[in-house]
Structures are given as structure tokens and as C-alpha cells.
């Protein structure tokens, strides 16, 4: 295969979250947030009943962690985010020993040569505020752009790169549609409750930052910006109507609703239309237009693992007398990371660069998130300990090479940024599927020990050449 090049300003990092990697989850005035509470009342639901309680150690060893995405992973950037439950109080007030930790993190990025990327919340609500009725009450909303206003100010002049949300799909559907995490709720329309309300919560975030920066509170070279998981959407070869119109919905509520948020400042007039047709009804206020006009954003963080595959659905209404819009639609040549059960598609990348620049076209992004996670991966390490994780190389190069011709035919992809590069904490999966460049030794007080795809990808981070 021919070497690949990637722009020369084009960055490498790494991605990763507070809850997932801090550890001390009861230390220095931190409050419980869903995770710490589900893994307190449910601690059967997490792989080897491991809850969120240590992370990955991070509190501990981040200094060596930062030396080690620097110096063995050749990466120039990295995101994590605060911990809304550790930042700030009960009332809502900065809790001195979370605002300390924070200074002294971004402070040792900076001193290790790293550009840090806050992001403000990565599913991770304090429970509290979750009792009140998390995102489907107005108050908790106003509860965040506190939060968010307490950030700006006291970080303001630390950090370049903010960011409201991670892959606020998510808890909408994992909490809220799917019932698959706490607190297991199986429907659509509040589903949609939440995400229309974790919009409007952007959009007052991205709001009170433009507000910080007119008052020289946050630098005048910073940025904000959302991160989502855009699940290109596909159906069958030769789709009838009604596939296509899976899709149009799927694609609407997933990828578009955002796209246009953070463009245009407003929702798919479409989407909204037939929702409210099909029974789904937000809970607009008088007055939100103009709040949902104000969370236009100055780039975008893609997160990429997978495509979306649906078809029409096989009835109009579910159980719980909420529409239904698409089913799942399973492609026979679909190549799987069975580990996780997610579609490995390298391509979809490009195919969202490609709606991108069509239907975006000032829009500047990045890939936030890629990576693979592999269940068992101790049992493919060599005799002197490193794991040879030659898949992972694989699957990194496959995207990069998706990237750098998304980019070639028009695509404005300014950086790549992997997941999990030290492993981590995946939430009620807790260690089961490893997605590091760098190991974690759980038996070995999480040691960390560099596998085989590191010295690949700080070769592919320092010169730019994919090979
Ligand atoms: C993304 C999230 O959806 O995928 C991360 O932003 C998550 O928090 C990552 O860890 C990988 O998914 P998982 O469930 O395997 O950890």
C-alpha cells in the first residue's frame, strides 16, 4: 500500500472523560453522579462487578500519563472533561478541591506540551440534580448553564478548546429509549423530552461562553464547540420508500438535528414536523428559538465508530404507544468487531466528511473519537508482556486512510483524536473491552505498559505519514 500523508497542520490526540479515568469518586467534595450511584445500588450490572469508582487511576498517575501520550504516543493534544459532580457543590457553588485539581491538570498538560480540549459533560449528571428530573426538568438546565458559567470563569484563561457536550445522543437513548442504563426508562417521547432540553442546554452554554469572552474572562483565541457521534445512516441496496424514510428519521433525530444546531441554530423543521405528527411533542417554551439560535458553534468534534443500518420498521407504534420509526437493518456483509458488536466500517468517515462539506460546507470538524475495543486482549501479549495488538493498527490506518481522501476530495477534517489511548473505564462494560494504545494492568495497580500499535502510531503522529 502507498504511504498516506495528512496535512502537516493536521493533529493527533487523545480522547478520554473525567468519570471514566479520575478515580477518587468520593474524595475532595466530590458528589455522586449516575454512575457512582448505579455502581452503589447495582454493582451486579458492571463486568466483574467493577463500578466507577477508581477509573483508571488518572487522579494518580497523570503525570505519567501525560509523558506517556506526549512522549510514547507522539500526540500534541488531548480532551478530557470536568466532572460537573466535582467541580461544583449542592448549591450549585465551586467545591475548592475539584477547582484545584483542575487547575493543577490543565496546568501540568501545558507544562507536558499538551493542548488540553475541556469538554463539559460526557454523561455524567450529579445525581442529585438527576432526582430533580435530570434533563427532562427546565431547572436542571439552568442548573448547567451555571455550571457552565463557573467553568469559563474560573478556567477561562487555561484552556483554548471547550466543548459543551459529548455525544448528547446518548443518554437519551441509553437511559431514556433503550433502557440499558440506569435508570432504564424504554420511552421515545421522553427520550426526545431529554434531548430537546440537553439542546436548549448547549445552547445556553455556548451562549454563556460567548458572553465570558466579551468579558475577557476566557481567552480571546478560544473556541467552543459540541461533540456527537455521527452514525452515517445507510439502508438496503435497493431500499423502498418507507426504508428511505427510516432513514430520513433515523438520520434526522441522530446526525442533522446537531448539524443544524450548531450551524444553523435551529432544528430540522422536518424532524420536528413529524414528530409532532406522530404524537411526539417537545416541550418548547416561548422564546426558545432564540435561545436554540445562540448555540451555533466555532468547530465540531465527530466521534466515529460505527455506521447506523436501518430499514422500515415493522410496526408504527411500540408498547408504550410511541411512534416508531425504523428498525435495524442488518447488512450480510457487515465485517464486526465482535468484542463489542460494532460494525467496522472505515469508510462511514469518509461518507460523513463527504455530507459534511455538501451540506456544511463552513463547517470545520475533527474527529473527536475512534478506536476498538478488544475483550481479553492480556491473552495477546508476548512473552515479555506487550501486547500485540496488530488489529488495532490495522484499524486505525483503515480510518486514517478514509480520513486523508475525505480530506483530498474537500473535507474540512482538521485532527484525529483516539479514544480510550490508555485504557480505561467504559462505563457498565467497566475494563471488559480494552481500547489503549497504552495497557492498563489491573493486577499490577494499573500499571501502565505501552502494546505493540504505540511506537506505530507515535510514528504515524510525529510524521504525518500513514503507513
Ligand atoms: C463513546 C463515548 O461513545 O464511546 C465514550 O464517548 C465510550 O465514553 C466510547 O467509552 C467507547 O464505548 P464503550 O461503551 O465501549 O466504552
Known sequence: ME???????????AAMSGPQTEGRWAEGGKLENLWDTWSIENIDDFYNKVGSYVGNDFMTMYEEDLRLLKEELGFTTFRTSIQWSRLLDRDGELNPAGVEWYHRLFAAAGEAGLEIFVNLYHFDMPTYLFRRGGWENREVVDAYENYARKAFAEFGQEVRYWFTFNEPTVEPEQRYQEGVWWPFIKNFNRARTVQYNISIAHAKGVQAFREAKSAGLVRDDARIGLINAFMPPYTKDDPSDADLEAVRMVDGINNRWWLDLVTKGELPADVVETLAERGCVLPVRPGDDAILARGTVDWLGCNYYQPTRVQAPSRDVDDTGCPVFADKYVWPDAVMNESRGWEVYPKGIYDFGMTAARDYPDLEWFVSENGMGIEGEYKNRDASGKVQDDYRIDFVRQHLTWIAKAIEDGA?????????????????????????FIEVDLMENYRRVPKLSAAWMRQVATSHIVS
Open 3 to 13: 504511504p498516506i500523508t495528512l496535512p502537516e497542520n493536521f493533529f493527533f490526540g
Open 412 to 436: 474540512n477534517c482538521v485532527g484525529y483524536h483516539y479514544w480510550g489511548a490508555i485504557d480505561n473505564w467504559s462505563w457498565n462494560n467497566a475494563f471488559k473491552n480494552r481500547y489503549g
